[in-house]
């Protein structure tokens, strides 16, 4: 008698464990979930605070920056997009790129998020500094 004409004594859900979105679906879910909320609350924070120095001159918007507030919402923004975005595409190439060109992708994506994020991040501090330093 071969293994596949025996009786399965496993029910459905135990046979389902560590299969498809049961192993790692709703923890996803709950995370994006979370950082939207978070993501909002800076985005609305970010469009009152450092969105009506867009078209400034450039002394206005250094000295909207070195602002306490202003500087770290801008922070946030520049992190919490980064990570959104980072959380959402790692899903994309784990559903829908071949294997094989999912990981390549993801150490791609992971790169490029931490690039910008420190980019970001480098350029606000840049900003402080040099204000400092004209002060």
Not at 46 to 52: D, S
Not at 86 to 98: A, G, H, L, M, T
């Amino acid at each position: 008698m071969s293994t596949s004409d025996r009786p399965s004594f496993q029910t459905e859900r135990k046979r389902a464990i560590g299969k498809g979105s049961l192993a790692k679906g709703a923890e996803h879910q709950l995370e994006v979930t979370y950082s939207s909320y978070a993501m909002a609350t800076v985005v609305v924070l970010f469009l009152f605070c450092v969105a009506p120095l867009v078209g400034a001159p450039y002394e206005t918007v250094v000295e909207g920056l070195t602002r306490p507030f202003n500087f770290v919402i801008m922070g946030l923004f520049v992190v919490s997009t980064t990570y959104h975005w980072r959380s959402n595409i790692r899903k994309v190439f784990e559903d829908y790129v071949p294997h094989g060109f999912d990981f390549a992708g993801m150490i791609i994506t992971y790169l490029l998020g931490w690039f910008f994020c420190g980019l970001g991040l480098f350029a606000l501090v840049k900003i402080l500094i040099a204000s400092m330093i004209a002060g």
